[in-house]
């Protein structure tokens, strides 16, 4: 399993500073304010849902939404102290 890194934190920094803690207020892809291609948030995304620091929320016109979860919440602020 590959490792989380600054790239992933960003993506989890997104979703808890925008409070995007639950499947209705779920953030899509196109929301995050990163210069990466979707491909790229789309597989750091993949990687977190495995460590369960993410969840997919409701679909928004065919798009997964993600947010972030209790555990990855505890594993932001940790990494954030």
Known sequence: MRRID???LALLGD????SHSSKITGLPIKG?????????IYKR???LESYGYV???FQVAQ???Y???PDGVHYYE???N
């Open 55 to 57: 969840c997919r929320g």
């Open 67 to 69: 947010f972030i979860t």
């Open 45 to 47: 995304l993949t990687l």
């Open 15 to 18: 979703l808890y500073e925008g």
């Open 63 to 65: 798009a997964d939404t």
């Open 6 to 8: 600054l790239r992933d």
């Open 78 to 80: 940790e990494a954030m």
């Open 32 to 40: 995050f304010k990163l210069d990466r291609a979707y491909g790229s």
